[in-house]
C-alpha cells in the first residue's frame, strides 16, 4: 500500500508529491496526460508563491520567467486606467513550469503514471481504493485531490457543483505582439474578459474567458473575436498585429465557479479540485501552490502521528484551507460581476481611475501574502 495516492498532476499535485517525497513518503502520482503539455491559463503567477518555491529550489528561474509590475484594466469601450501592482507577478507557462516540476517530482522518486487516468475512488477501511485506465488497482492510505476545475472524477464523488452545467469557456493563444514586458492588461468586452501578459522567451499569452452560447451565436471563435473582441480598440490592434504561435487557440469548456470544499469522502482535495478564482484575479496558480504547501504539512503531521486520526487530520486540513481561501474565493466571485457589460466596466474603470486605493484594496483581498 502506498503512503499517499496524489490525483492530478498540475501544479497542485506535482507540488504535493514532490514535498511529501522529498519527506520519504511513499507517493505515486496519476496524470491522465503527459508533460509537456499546454494548458489554457494566463500563466502570470502571482510573486507571493517565490519565497516558498525558492526554499525548495522549486523556482524556475532558468527559463527567464518574465517579470511583470504594472496593470492596466480597460472598459469594454476601450477606456484605459494603469497602476502598478504592489505585489507583482512573474510570467512562465505552464508547459515549461509543469513540465520542471514534473522532472524534480522524478528526481524527488515519486512513481508517476502518465496517460494514467483515475476513474474511481473508494474509501474502505481506514483507506483508499482506486481503479485507474485499464482496470489497475491501487490503494493507498491517504488521497490528494488535485484533478483540477472539473473532472470525471467530480462524478464519480457524485460532488455537488457538477451537477450545475456552467456557460464560462477559456480560450488561449501564445503569440509574438508589442505589447509591453512587465504589463499585465484585462480588457473587457462584452460578456467577457481578455488578458495579455509576457510569459519566457518574450512571448505573449493572450487569454480569454466568455460564455460558450456567446461564441456560437457567432458560428466560430474568429468570427466571435471580430465581432466582439474588436469592439474594444485596444484588442482589436493586440489581435489584428498578433502573430500567433498555436494553429489553432486552446479551448475548455465548463469552467465553473461554484462553492466545493477542501475534503470530500475523506479525499484532501487541493488547487482548482477544492474551488476555483475567478481567472481575472490572477491568483488560481499562488493558492494551488499554497494549498500544496497547507496540505502537505498536514499529512506529513498526520503521518508522523502528531495527530492520532484521520479525522483530525482532515478537520486540520480543512481549518487552514478555509481561513486562507473563503474569503478570496467569494471576492473573486463578486469582481467577476463587475466584468463584461459596457456600463458596468465603465463605471468600474472611472472610479478606480479616480479612487486607486480602492482598485489596490479589491486586489489586496484576492491576493495573498508572501509565504
Ligand atoms: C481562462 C483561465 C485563465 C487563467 N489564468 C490564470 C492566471 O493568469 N494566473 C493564475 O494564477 N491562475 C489562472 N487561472 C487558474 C489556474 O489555471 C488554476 O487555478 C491552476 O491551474 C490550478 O492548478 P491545479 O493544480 O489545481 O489544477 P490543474 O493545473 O488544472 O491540474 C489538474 C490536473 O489533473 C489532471 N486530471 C484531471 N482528472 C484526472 C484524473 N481523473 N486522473 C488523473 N489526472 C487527472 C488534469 O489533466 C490536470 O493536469 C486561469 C484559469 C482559466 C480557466
Redesign the pocket.
Known amino acids: 500500500m502506498k503512503d499517499v495516492a496524489v490525483?492530478?498532476?498540475?501544479?497542485?499535485?506535482?507540488i504535493n508529491a514532490i514535498v511529501l517525497s522529498r519527506n520519504k513518503l511513499d507517493v505515486i502520482l496519476?496524470?491522465?496526460?503527459s508533460y509537456p503539455f499546454h494548458?489554457?491559463?494566463?500563466?502570470?503567477?502571482?510573486n507571493e508563491v517565490i519565497p516558498f518555491l525558492k526554499s525548495l529550489d522549486l523556482f524556475p528561474e532558468e527559463f527567464g520567467p518574465s517579470r511583470v509590475s504594472q496593470f492596466q484594466l480597460t472598459s469594454v469601450s476601450g477606456k484605459e486606467m494603469n497602476m502598478p501592482l504592489d505585489l507583482g507577478a512573474f510570467g512562465l507557462s505552464?508547459y515549461a513550469f509543469?513540465f520542471f516540476l514534473y522532472k524534480k517530482a522524478l528526481e524527488a522518486g515519486v512513481d508517476i503514471r502518465q496517460n494514467?487516468?483515475?476513474?474511481k475512488i473508494d474509501f474502505k477501511d481506514d483507506h483508499f481504493e482506486l481503479e485507474?485506465t485499464g482496470k489497475e488497482k491501487h490503494n493507498c492510505r491517504i488521497a490528494v485531490g488535485?484533478?483540477?476545475?472539473r473532472?470525471?472524477?467530480d462524478k464519480y464523488l457524485e460532488r455537488n457543483f457538477i451537477q450545475k452545467r456552467s456557460p464560462y469557456v477559456?480560450?488561449?493563444y501564445h503569440a509574438r505582439t508589442d505589447h509591453p514586458a512587465d504589463l499585465i492588461a484585462l480588457h473587457n468586452f462584452e460578456g467577457g474578459y481578455c488578458?495579455i501578459?509576457h510569459v519566457e522567451n518574450e512571448v505573449s499569452?493572450i487569454?480569454?474567458?466568455t460564455e460558450r452560447d456567446k461564441v456560437k451565436k457567432f458560428g466560430n471563435i474568429e468570427t466571435f473575436q471580430a465581432e466582439v473582441l474588436f469592439k474594444n480598440p485596444k484588442l482589436k490592434s493586440i489581435f489584428e498585429n498578433a502573430d500567433f504561435l498555436f494553429e489553432k487557440p486552446l479551448v475548455?469548456n465548463e469552467?465553473s465557479f461554484e462553492t466545493k470544499g477542501p475534503v470530500e469522502d475523506h479525499i484532501l482535495m487541493?488547487?482548482?479540485?477544492a474551488g476555483?478564482?475567478a481567472?481575472l484575479c490572477?491568483?488560481?496558480?499562488?493558492?494551488?501552490i499554497h494549498a500544496a504547501k497547507i496540505c502537505s504539512e498536514t499529512i506529513l503531521e498526520f503521518h508522523s502521528a502528531d495527530m492520532e486520526d484521520r479525522h483530525l487530520m482532515e478537520r486540520a486540513y480543512a481549518k487552514k484551507w478555509q481561513k486562507l481561501f473563503s474569503r478570496r474565493l467569494s471576492t473573486g466571485r463578486n469582481v467577476q460581476k463587475l466584468f463584461g457589460n459596457k456600463l458596468i466596466s465603465n463605471v468600474a474603470v472611472n472610479t478606480v481611475r479616480r479612487v486607486p486605493p480602492l482598485a489596490k484594496a479589491v486586489m489586496k483581498q484576492t491576493h495573498g501574502e508572501y509565504f
Open positions: 490525483i492530478g498532476g498540475g501544479l497542485a499535485g506535482l496519476f496524470e491522465k496526460k494548458r489554457v491559463c494566463g500563466e502570470y503567477i502571482s505552464r509543469d494514467t487516468r483515475v476513474e485507474s488535485s484533478f483540477g476545475k473532472s470525471k472524477l477559456g480560450i488561449k488578458g501578459s499569452n487569454c480569454y474567458l475548455i469552467i487541493c488547487g482548482d479540485a476555483m478564482i481567472p490572477g491568483n488560481g496558480m499562488a493558492m494551488a
